[in-house]
């Protein structure tokens, strides 16, 4: 998981996000309606694009089962439209299945936007 938050969120490699995610992610979900898949995350960090940059990921906590992750990260940013620091928290839960993701929960904190 740290790879997929260095290679994507930090170095913008927004072409390899597909590269972290099992390609059927339709099997055995544990929340079907929450799950997330690769062109959502896509979708998002352009819209967190347009409102930061510079973002660099912090792992503040994390636990690994083998096929369950749950991580608390802290994402310092620099605001686009003040050129001021912004910090913002995300928790996420995903499993990992063959190394890639077949299931991402992440929920955001994004108080530190307003």
């Known amino acids: 998981m740290r790879r997929f938050y260095t290679d994507v969120w930090e170095h913008l490699h927004y072409d390899r996000i597909a590269d972290y995610f099992q390609p059927d992610l339709t099997g055995n979900i544990l929340i079907p309606e929450r799950a997330v898949d690769p062109e959502e ?4 960090m352009q819209i967190l694009d347009a ?15 083998g096929s369950w992750c749950s991580a608390f990260l802290k994402i310092s940013c620099v605001s686009r439209a ?33």
Request: proline fraction near 4%; aromatic fraction near 14%.
């Open 41 to 44: 995350v896509r979708e998002w």
């Open 51 to 65: 409102l930061v940059r510079d973002k660099e990921v912090t792992f503040l906590s994390s636990i690994d089962d």
């Open 82 to 114: 003040t050129d001021k620091p912004v910090t913002a928290y995300q928790q996420i839960l995903c499993r990992q299945t063959d190394g890639l993701l077949s299931e991402s929960y992440p929920q955001f904190d994004l108080l530190g936007f307003f």
